[in-house]
């Protein structure tokens, strides 16, 4: 269970194109099995800031990035949507997937967005969708297609280290970003968007959590495999959360609650600022065994004396 997050962005503005708007185009939910990890760069400099003048983004970066919260999710399938109605004006669909993250992944130069789909919209709009799975687009060139179409599916394609879909917003061929369309960058919720229903924007978060017998290996965290379970006489007892945007000076606590009260407690303070994190806690098993009954985890990040997200996950020990 995830509780509410306080320090966010409302997001509370106007449309900023009159009757043009776009819908979500995921087919998942928002902190639950997706998150945004990067929005567009607002810094013309060497340096990357978001619309929110927060660290959200790097440089040069062009679009938003809905990312899943694991692999094991792009595997089983995530369709991607058609945010607005349009005309598909370019489609690629043969690029392999294959994460950017070994000395062996693929050249993907002047093909960075990966397999993809390229719509037109009214009034000078343009919309593209990048990183999907080969052989999973649905949609050919010419086709007319209505907001919440199907075009494919989130894939590991072209320059990625992650699975995600990179969405980029065109008006007469200049990106804008549609959290802030003008690009003021006041730093506050009254920014013009162009999303139908305002999207709701955390500076960071707990991607998810889980438990094991020992600290897994951060690959198992990001591949959603390290969520194991504890045995009462197993070598240990280990809570561990994923993060992304995470800022230096936050501070992540873990409380593990069992039948016979507190079974442990850990808090640290972040050093560094990170697109990802991960962090583990956790306590050998006593002698007589791990009491058996129910535990409740407890996990909790905060910024600047404010809670920014809570994750409770209850489990039980045999």
């Known amino acids: 269970m995830r509780s509410a997050l306080i320090a966010i962005s409302s997001l509370a503005a106007t449309s900023a194109a009159g009757d043009f ?26 340096n990357a800031t978001d619309f929110t003048c927060g660290p959200l983004t790097y440089d040069g970066h062009k ?27 370019g489609v690629r669909n043969d690029m392999d997937d294959i994460l950017q993250l070994g000395a062996n992944a693929p050249d993907v130069s002047d093909r960075e967005c990966g397999n993809g789909v390229v719509l037109k919209h009214d009034d000078g709009y343009e919309t593209q969708y990048c990183h999907m ?18 075009l494919g599916r989130v894939g590991l394609s072209g320059d990625t280290q992650f699975p995600h879909l990179h969405i980029s917003v065109r008006k007469d061929g ?39 017998e020992g600290i897994p290996e951060f690959d198992a965290v990001k591949n959603g495999t390290a969520d ?45 600022t990170q697109d990802r994190a991960f962090r583990a806690a956790g306590k050998r098993t006593p002698p007589a065994g791990w009491p058996a009954g129910s535990y409740t985890l407890i996990v909790t990040q905060t910024r600047a004396g404010d809670t920014l997200d809570t994750i409770t996950q209850s489990f039980e020990i045999n």
């Open 63 to 89: 679009g938003t990035d809905f990312a899943l919260n694991s692999l094991a999710l792009q595997t089983a399938g995530v369709d991607v949507f058609a945010a607005a109605a349009g005309t598909v004006m």
């Open 21 to 46: 708007s776009l819908d979500f185009p995921l087919d998942c939910t928002l902190e639950e099995t997706c998150f945004i990890q990067h929005f567009m760069d607002h810094d013309p400099s060497e």
């Open 228 to 272: 194991t379970g504890v045995a009462s006489d197993g070598a240990g007892f280990v809570a561990w959360a994923h993060l992304f945007g995470t800022q230096q000076g936050d501070t992540l606590s873990f409380q593990m609650m069992g039948p016979n009260g507190e079974a442990f407690a850990s808090e640290e303070t972040l050093e560094r």
């Open 133 to 150: 799975a080969k052989g999973s687009i649905t949609v050919a060139s010419g086709q007319t297609v209505q907001a919440g179409d199907v």
């Open 174 to 212: 200049a990106e804008i970003d549609p959290f802030d369309t003008d690009g003021a960058q006041v730093c506050d919720d009254t920014l013009p968007i162009l999303w139908a229903d305002p999207i709701a924007t955390p500076k960071g978060g707990i991607i998810n959590v889980g438990i094991s």
